[in-house]
């Protein structure tokens, strides 16, 4: 089986770059599809109802975009999100074309009380974008992004994917914080917070927001920023996607020239703890234009090895000069450091947008590299095929924000600390996940909160995981979605 570390799983995404800005994802003419009998749906509380078929129909009918019910041509293919574990049958699946769409498809689930997922670019570890029996918004077709000059901003549609927005900005030399796969969706992504290459430098995806257009669950319309409706601007800065359907986006772009230093040097198991500490120590004093990141993985040889990931993103004089002592130490197995593109930093693990594989993480954030946390590291970490841990860095401008100024509310972090499973074979779905959490068991301890975007349900529940922001988070959450009608995400229940 073949090893993947977390940059190689990115790169799955990858497929996306391949794909001409506004891509036309194709769909059976509405005509020909037609409701053969009521269809079998699912509650929010749970429920089984049925939707008649005369409702379906007008549904259809009112659509600019495409419905998919089951059976019908191109559902098996809508209901396809990147976690091949994830295998859910939705009763209706609305690929809204634009935001009138998506008032109509929130309508028809609040009136009906239906299950309800969002799907943006469908990259979510525990599969919150599909659902079983209830019906999906999908935004995939909305994903244009308009550049304005005079701005310097980007109007970015809510189902766009990173490289949608990574192309269309790095023409004009400018760029914001996005993931580090080039097919996941901005929408999961930015509502939950969005760390990159570039957050050390620009700080989170969501720190860039200017403003969001956003459909509540009473289908209002709602242009959100620091001046308009600003408890929900708030709110859907790290509150995941609790809060409404967001339809565009605006972000703040800055100059980034195309041509970066990056690259990553491996070591081998020999120097496994080494490495550790040396990433630990670089990462404190890094200045905000180096981002670097640990990544933990079976090497060529079969041993445990570790890499180190660097992106300068400065003056490629000093970058050399910064990234001296990273080049000078220990003794490499392999150092690929040198000029590149941002783009193609952005897409190097670059692969098919669904992974036929089965993915499970756990992660959290951690506060400092302690001696115990490495100990443990080195000592009882053995990462192999199925195992595999990656070390994002947390710090820098994300820290510039206090900590209840946005919904985010982990300001104070050094690293997002994350360990991926990754496996073929679906029998060993529960074997691995089990192995996966005995692994994170032993490093649990170091960690403080963990990131809504990559974990599935807490059961020790969501609250402490938004921290002090938690009891306004709630209220809002009560103020505009008092049903919990945008349940499937790091859920806040309404106060
Ligand atoms: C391979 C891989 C690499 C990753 N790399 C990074 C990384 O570098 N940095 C990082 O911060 N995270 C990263 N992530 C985590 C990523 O942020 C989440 O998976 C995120 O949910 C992806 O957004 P999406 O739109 O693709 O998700 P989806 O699966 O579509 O949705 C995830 C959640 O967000 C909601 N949502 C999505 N779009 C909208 C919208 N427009 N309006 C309202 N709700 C919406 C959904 O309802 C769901 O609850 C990575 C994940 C994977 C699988």
């Known amino acids: 089986m073949k090893r993947r ?9 990858g497929a996306a770059a391949s794909l001409p800005l506004g891509r036309v994802i194709s769909a059976p003419s509405q005509s020909s599809q037609t409701e053969a009998a009521d269809l079998r749906a699912v509650k929010l509380s749970g429920a089984e109802t049925m939707i008649e078929r005369a409702a379906v129909r007008d549904f259809r009918a009112s659509l600019r975009g495409t419905l998919f019910s089951p059976g019908q041509q191109g559902y098996d293919a809508a209901r396809r999100i990147w976690n091949g574990m994830i295998d859910r049958h939705p009763a209706l699946i609305a690929r809204c074309a634009d ?25 979510s570890f525990p599969g919150y974008s599909m659902c079983d029996g209830g019906l999906v918004i999908d935004l995939s077709s909305m994903n244009s992004v308009r550049l304005q000059a005079v701005t310097q901003t980007a109007h970015v549609g809510g189902g766009a994917w990173v490289v949608n927005v990574d192309a269309a900005t790095q023409k004009e030399g400018l760029a914001t914080t996005l993931g580090q796969i080039s097919n996941t969706g901005v929408g999961g992504l930015t509502l939950g917070g969005g760390f990159g290459w570039l957050s050390r430098r620009f700080g989170l995806a969501c720190d860039n927001l200017v403003s969001a257009q956003i459909v509540t669950a009473d289908g209002k319309i709602r242009r ?11 709110a859907i800065r790290g509150g995941g996607g609790n809060f409404g359907v967001a339809t565009s986006f605006e972000y703040r772009l800055h100059p980034l020239p195309p041509d970066v230093l990056a690259g990553h040097i491996d070591y081998p ?8 500490e040396f990433y630990a120590d670089l990462i404190t004093k890094a200045p905000r234009e180096l981002s670097v990141d640990l990544s933990l993985a079976r090497a060529a040889d079969g041993q445990p090895g570790a890499a180190i990931y660097v992106l300068y993103t400065g003056d490629s004089k000093a970058g050399s000069k910064v990234l001296e002592p990273v080049q000078r130490f220990g003794k490499p197995v392999k150092n ?19 992974d036929p594989s089965n993915n499970y993480i756990k992660g959290g954030f951690v506060r400092e590299y302690s001696a115990g946390l490495i100990e443990v590291l080195a000592r009882d970490f053995r990462p192999d095929d199925r195992i595999s841990a990656f070390f994002q860095s947390a710090n820098g401008a994300v820290a510039d924000v206090p900590q209840t100024a946005t919904a985010f509310s982990h300001r104070n972090a050094i690293a997002n600390m994350m360990l991926l499973g990754h496996w073929d074979d679906a029998s060993y779905n ?8 005995a692994n994170w068991d032993k ?17 020790k529940g969501t609250d402490h995981n938004y921290g002090p922001n938690f009891p306004r988070l709630a209220a809002l959450k009560r103020q505009f979605d008092p049903l919990n009608l945008f349940r499937l995400n790091a859920n806040i229940k309404p106060a």
């Open 224 to 234: 959100v920023s620091e001046k308009d409706a600003p408890d929900l601007f708030w």
């Open 443 to 459: 490093v649990a301890a170091f960690t403080d909160g963990y990131y809504v975007n990559l974990n599935d349900a807490d059961p």
């Open 269 to 276: 198991a020999s120097q496994f703890k080494d490495a550790i």
């Open 430 to 437: 529960e074997q691995g996940r089990a192995m996966l959490r």
């Open 336 to 354: 690929t450091i040198g000029p590149k593109t941002y783009l193609a930093v952005q897409s190097q693990f670059d692969g098919p947008p669904v």
């Open 5 to 13: 570390t977390f940059c190689e799983m990115t790169l799955l995404a």
């Open 99 to 123: 935001v009138a769409d998506v008032v109509r498809a929130v309508t028809f689930a609040r009136e009906r009380e239906l299950l309800l997922a969002v799907r943006g670019g469908g990259h």
